[in-house]
């Protein structure tokens, strides 16, 4: 018979996006994503160690890194060539296969959340443009002013890049595993720099920037969107789970190392037991990782799986 006081497994990822390269940035852009990175992780780990939803994990660590303004999502969002913030989000139920997503809105800075209401309170996958924002006004999300995003308020194109020409990937996006055993994932992006006007990428499309599957694993990407859609990426890696009996790490370290160009992006997973994968082929991803067993920790870049 177990013991009462063995503490339930739970564990939790995270990602700040996988664009330009930590060992050329200032000790003050690391400082304010490691930061954020630590209060996204205790967001989320907050709610698994008190007994809460994998659902809710996601929507409290995402939510923290969208408000930030260190990453391109929510409130850092960088801007279409034409100047304009365009979000895309999407959050994924595990135990249901129930599935949110919106694309092209700007009238929220949380589309995270709004991507969990069009799951919850619709019956739809994927709400866009005007239809997205007007959907999330009318579940009572405050209307972000004109100059909330960093971007429309500075003469540079890219808030949060500092001038690195190679950042151009800082989606954000979480996956997780709760005490009942139920998996969920979430991914929020302003996309990739300079994207033409109604370009919609990776991230809200459920199967190639967020996936998950109670039995087999939650997966959540970043990077360049259109490498990821072009292969299915989140659902791929689920597949080859449940038809090749790979595990969700193996099916991940090969398609970052061998299926994806180098520079593509990155992902994060968790596989049915919990088990964190972290990945990419790009000089760095932000990224965090809690568990039950006291595991806490964020970093820039995963060096034993960088190419
Ligand atoms: N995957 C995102 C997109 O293509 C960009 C990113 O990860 O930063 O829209």
């Not at 850092?76 to 994924?92: F, H, K, P, R, Y």
């Not at 949110?100 to 019956?123: E, K, Y």
Request: glycine share 14%; aromatic share 6%.
């Amino acid at each position: 018979m177990q013991s009462q006081n063995v503490a339930k497994p739970w564990s939790i990822a995270i990602h700040g996006g996988a664009g330009g390269d930590p060992k050329a940035w200032g000790p003050e852009k690391c400082d304010a994503r490691m930061r954020a990175l630590g209060v996204a992780l205790t967001a989320g780990r907050d709610v698994l160690a008190a007994g809460g939803t994998a659902l809710d994990a996601i929507e409290a660590a995402v939510t923290v890194l969208e408000d930030d303004g260190n990453f391109h999502a929510g409130r850092g969002a960088t801007l279409t060539s034409t100047g304009n913030v365009e979000l895309d989000a999407s959050i994924m139920d595990g135990a249901s296969a129930n599935c949110g997503a919106v694309a092209a809105m700007n009238a929220c800075g949380n589309p995270i959340r709004v991507a969990r209401r069009v799951m919850q309170q619709t019956s739809h996958v994927l709400l866009v443009g005007p239809g997205a924002d007007a959907f999330a006004q009318s579940q009572g999300f405050p209307l972000a002013p004109p100059d909330y995003f960093l971007g429309t308020r500075t003469s540079t194109r890219d808030a949060t890049s500092d001038g690195d020409p190679n950042f151009r990937f800082g989606t954000v996006g979480c996956v997780a595993r709760d005490t009942y055993g139920d998996l969920a994932s979430g991914t929020s992006t302003s996309g990739t720099n300079e994207k033409l006007p109604g370009r919609v990428g990776d991230s809200p499309i459920i199967g190639a920037g967020t996936f998950a599957a109670n039995s087999y694993g939650a997966v959540s990407t970043t990077g360049l969107g259109e490498e990821f859609m072009r292969r299915c990426v989140a659902y791929d890696l689920i597949a080859q789970v449940r038809y090749a009996g790979r595990t969700l790490d193996e099916a991940t370290s090969e398609t970052i190392r061998r299926q994806l160009p180098v520079g593509t992006g990155g992902i994060i997973a968790i596989d049915a037991v919990g088990t964190i994968t972290l990945a990419h082929n790009t000089p760095g991803m932000s990224w965090g990782a809690a568990d039950h067993q006291g595991r806490f920790e964020t970093g820039l870049r995963v060096n034993a799986l960088t190419l």
